[in-house]
Each structure stands twice: as C-alpha cells, then as structure tokens.
C-alpha cells in the first residue's frame, strides 16, 4: 500500500505503456472531429470537457485543500455573465471576454476567500453556499447590467481572427470541440503542475490536519486563498466557454445552485484529490444526466418488458424519469460513498493492487 | 550563553478560568529546558501560547529578542521555532517521507532540495527505511518520531516537544530520549520537553520548571526540583511533605 502522492510519483513519465497511451488518446481526441461529424456527439463531449474542466478546478481547493466549497457556481456564473455583458454591451469579443471573466472571478474569489476562510468545516461550507446564492439574487436585481430573470441571449459570435486570416467563425460546434478540449487539457496541466509542487504539498498538508500545518510554517489563509483563486479562475474559464457555446444565459441556469452540487458531485463519484478523478467523474456523469434527458432509461424499461409504454406506471415513468435527475444522482452518491469511498478511481486502484496481489 | 526565550509574566485566561497566570522564566541557548506539572496543570496551554496558538492574554513572548506574542504560528516556525503535538497530528494520508517535506517546504521551495532535507532527518530518527509508508497508518511510536522529524525538518533554533514520549513504551521511549541528547549534542537546537515520565525527565534536563494551577510552582536544575518540599507536595500531597 503506497500513498496517493507515492503513487503518482512512480507511475507519473516512468512507464513506456502509460505514455504511448496517453499519447495515442490525445491523438484521438484531436482527430475526432475529422472522424465523429454527428452533432450531437460532438455536444456531448463537449460538455464532457466542461464538466472535467469544473472538477479538476473544483479538485484544487476540495480535494487537495480540503475546503468543501459547494459555492462554485460564483465563479461560474461570473465568467459566464462578464464575458456575456462584455459582448452584448460593449461589442467585446469573447475570447477577450474570458480574460476579464478571469479577472473578475478573482477579485470575487479573493473576496469570499478573505471572508469565509475565517470559517471551518461546515461553517464554510455554508458560508459559500451563501455567497452563490448573494450572486443569483444579485444577477434577478440588477437588472441594468444583468438583463435580470430575462436574461442575455447572444446571435452571433465575433469571427475569430489572427491578423488577416480567418481563424473560425464558430458556426458548427467543431471549433467549440477544440476550445474545451485545449482549455480541458491546460486545466489538467495546471492541477499536475500544482500537484507536483510545494503548492501540491501546502494545499494537502492543510487538508490533513489545519494545526499541524500551521505550526509547520504553513500560512492558513494564504494558501487557502491561492487554492481558491486557482479554482475560481478554471471554473469561471468554464463558465465563459458556457455561455458563449449554449449563446444564452439567465440566473437559473448559470448562478443555480444545482451546478455547484454537480461539480462537487463530478468528483466524489471520479475520486477526490486526484488528477483523474474529475475525468473519471465526468465521463460517469455526463452520458447519465444525458441518458436521463433523452429518455433513453424509459425506454430501456419498456424494451426489457418489466413494463408497458401505455400502462400507468409506464406513462409514470415516461413523464417523471426524465426531471428525476436528482433522485438518480443521489442514488449515485449514496452507492459511490457506501461502496466505493475513494471514487471510481480509487476503486479501480484497490482492485489492481488486490488481483497484483492475488 | 544567551537567552533564546524569554517568558515574561505570560497568563491566559479562558473566561473567569486563569489557565496560565504570571508565568516567567527563560531559556538558554542549546539547553534542555524541562517542563513538568499535574494533569490540567496548564503546560500545554503554555506551549500554545509561546508557539503563537492563543495569544497570551497578558505578559509576552521574547523569541531571540524579538517579540513574538500575537504573531500566527506559521509566522513563528519560520522565525525558528516548531513544536511538536501531545495528541500527534500526522498528515495521514500522505506519505512519511512527504510529511517530513512538507516540514522542510519552509525553508526551501525545490522539492528536490525538500526531499534530501527530508531523508537526512528520517535517518535523524531512524525511520529512512519505509519513506513510502503512509503517516497515518503507522504504530504511534512511529508516528511520535515523525512528528519529531517533520518538526526537525524546519530547522528550528528552538524546539518544543509536547509528550513526546506519552503512550510509548519503555524501549521506545528510551529510543526517543537518545534521540532528545543527540539532538541536543548535534548543538545549536535548545529544547524545551513537557514530560509526565519523571525517571526521563530527570535524566536529559538541565533545567526544570514545575507548573501547578496555572502557575510556576518551582524552577531549578532536577537535583534542585526533587529536593524542592513544594513540588512534593504538589505531586504525592501534603500527607509525604
């Protein structure tokens, strides 16, 4: 049985497998679009990297700091809605519009991180909860600058150019692909270069024991800030790439507090504190919450006979399963915490090492 | 030899409850300062408020003729010096070695630096064989001598040890009492050892400070402190005075 950092530290560039593979699933991913032109599959590996992208931006200051903030959707939200009003009202285009969403989460960041930080446990976790919850209010309210309940809806994106040439016009959801996916991989750089770092170290030794830490030179709420910055700047980097993707955006769907729950939710099912946890996590999420929508669950109900699409409990189903999201996640939850505590990751890790040793 | 710490009328209130009150006294450089007293007695309140825990309500702290009461812990361990815990606290899910690096991560930013910091004092301790051993599943022994290593790894002037050999048993606390004097041979560390063992207590300080209640009861060096009618008394009652 070796330590989580122990592991990663052998496994991490030593085997030639591990790379060639590696390798050839980044190929593939940089070729799919040339292979895969259904639409729809491209949407949903789309929001495979924007689900990734929250987790492992979540995973910073969660899973390695410790801090269980379940007020991430500040930070979303506030990417999604600068970048928005940046285009909509003063003509910016968006890629600008993500740096100043960037910025913008960082002075939120350093503001709630400044506040809350004084706060332990639960207590934080409250407290970011209503932090979130101050921004959607904030978001309805102002409407001079929000548009309100009404929200902002964009038509048309800015051609992106470098110099002369037309890079892309974002007119099918191909370049899309590529911008979650560069912005995906940069994030995942990012937590590898924080893991293997003094950061990495800091942020993990306050999550064991805060005391400890602290009498081993470890200033609390410096560190802790620098967790929460990191996190808020990839998270609302996914919120930009949101908005200027789905082109619309209002309170409740980019300041709701189910978006928070299912960041956190990305990780506890891949794998706290782990780079591919959050990969992991959204690669079980996301086909779900699809598979939900789509009715597909229902109609895999009715194919295996258990019941009929006219019968009451069928017409039940057909109507409910689809909005059941939350019951199906908290199931999830509750199956992953029961029986696998360290995530999908950390159960498949225990089975290598149980059948290297049987 | 100089002072290195200087306790100036320290007291710490909890409420109406004085936990320390008007304690004074100083340490010299590379001794071994002692600290011994009854259950509740209000040593470890001390050490927390020296190492920058609580701030004392009154009196100060001088730390290389610098005053440190008020500053934050972290601020202190960087100064130089570390305490180690009574319950131990070890960063359970990390790894021996990453335990000791995140102690030596206070003086250096290279990891790779960090980890030979870190190597050289599990030798210190003797536990350079199992570096990749998670901390949190160690036998408390070890976890004791971690403690030690990862407080060593600061490198401290001064440093504080909190019953470090509570719940041992007498070959490990032998083990760490060797440890205590190689320290102290190793030179410029001075030590200050809260310890309920007294056979060990007498044996490695140079000095003693007894607290009862909150207060200094005696100070002096242990042929002074065994001899001394009030620290009896303190400890066996008055019926052996």
């Not at chain 2, 044996?203 to 209640?213: A, E, F, H, Y």
């Amino acid at each position: 049985m070796k330590s989580t950092l122990a592991l990663i530290r052998t496994t991490a560039g030593t085997s030639p497998v591990a790379t060639a593979l590696g390798l050839a699933v980044l190929a593939g991913l940089f070729l799919f679009p040339s292979f895969v032109k259904s639409p729809y599959t491209l949407h949903i590996m789309i929001l495979f990297f924007l689900s990734t992208i929250q987790g492992e931006a979540w995973n910073i200051i969660g899973g390695y700091t410790g801090q269980y903030s379940i007020g991430h959707v500040a930070y979303f939200g506030a990417g999604a809605y600068t970048t928005m009003i940046l285009m909509q009202y003063k003509q910016i285009p968006p890629w600008y519009g993500m740096l100043a969403g960037i910025g913008v989460a960082l002075v939120v960041s350093l503001i709630i991180g400044s506040i809350c930080f004084r706060l332990q446990g639960p207590y934080f976790v409250l407290a970011s909860i209503a932090v979130a919850e101050i921004m959607r209010l904030s978001a309805i309210n102002l409407k001079d600058i929000t548009n309100g309940a009404e929200g902002i809806l964009i038509t048309e994106i800015p051609v992106f150019k470098i110099g002369n040439t037309v890079v892309t016009d974002f007119l099918s959801k191909v370049p899309f692909y590529y911008v979650g996916l560069v912005i995906t991989l940069v994030t995942i750089l990012v937590t590898w270069m924080v893991q293997n770092s003094k950061l990495g170290y800091y942020f993990q030794a306050i999550r064991e024991d805060q005391d400890a830490a602290h009498s081993l030179g470890i200033s609390l709420p410096l560190y802790k800030n620098i967790a929460l910055a990191l996190s808020a700047v990839f998270t609302s980097l996914s919120g930009s790439f949101y908005a200027i993707y789905i082109g619309y955006i209002d309170p409740s769907t980019v300041l709701n507090l189910d978006i928070s729950v299912q960041i956190v939710l990305v990780c506890i099912i891949g794998g706290i504190g782990t780079i591919w946890g959050p990969v992991i996590g959204a690669m079980v999420l996301v086909p779900l919450s699809e598979a939900l929508r789509s009715d597909l669950i229902a109609g895999m109900i009715f194919k295996t006979g258990l019941t009929s699409e006219g019968s009451a409990i069928g017409t039940f189903l057909k109507e409910n399963l689809a909005h059941a999201h939350a019951l199906i996640y908290g199931i999830l939850v509750v199956v992953v915490i029961l029986f696998m505590p360290d995530g999908v990751l950390g159960w498949v890790k225990k089975l290598t090492v149980q059948k290297g040793r049987g | 030899m100089a002072t290195i710490l200087e306790i100036k009328h320290v007291s710490k209130f909890f409420g109406g409850l004085a936990a320390n009150s008007d304690v004074s006294f100083s340490l010299e450089e590379g001794m071994i300062m002692g600290m011994i007293g009854p259950n509740g007695a209000g040593k470890t309140t001390l050490f927390n408020c020296i190492t920058g825990y609580y701030p004392p309500s009154r009196g100060e702290v001088i730390f290389k003729a610098q005053k440190i009461s008020g500053l934050e812990p972290d601020r202190i361990c960087r100064l130089g010096m570390v305490r180690t815990w009574q319950k131990v606290r070890p960063l359970a899910k990390l790894s021996v070695i990453d335990n000791v690096m995140v102690g030596a991560l206070c003086r250096t930013n290279s990891l790779k630096t960090a980890r030979e910091l870190a190597m050289e004092q599990l030798k210190v301790v003797r536990m350079e064989n199992k570096p990749d051993f998670p901390a949190g599943g160690l036998p408390i022994g070890e976890q004791k001598k971690l403690e030690v290593a990862r407080a060593l790894a600061t490198q401290p002037q001064l440093l504080l040890l909190d019953e470090v050999m509570g719940g041992l048993n007498p070959a490990e606390s032998d083990e760490i009492i060797q440890l205590i004097l190689e320290i102290k041979k190793g030179g410029g560390i001075t030590q200050m050892v809260i310890e309920h063992d007294m056979k060990a207590i007498m044996r490695i300080s140079d000095r003693i400070v007894v607290i009862n209640s909150g207060e200094k009861l005696a100070e002096g060096t242990p042929q002074e402190i065994v001899n001394n009618p009030e620290v009896v008394r303190a400890y066996l009652g008055d019926f052996h005075a």
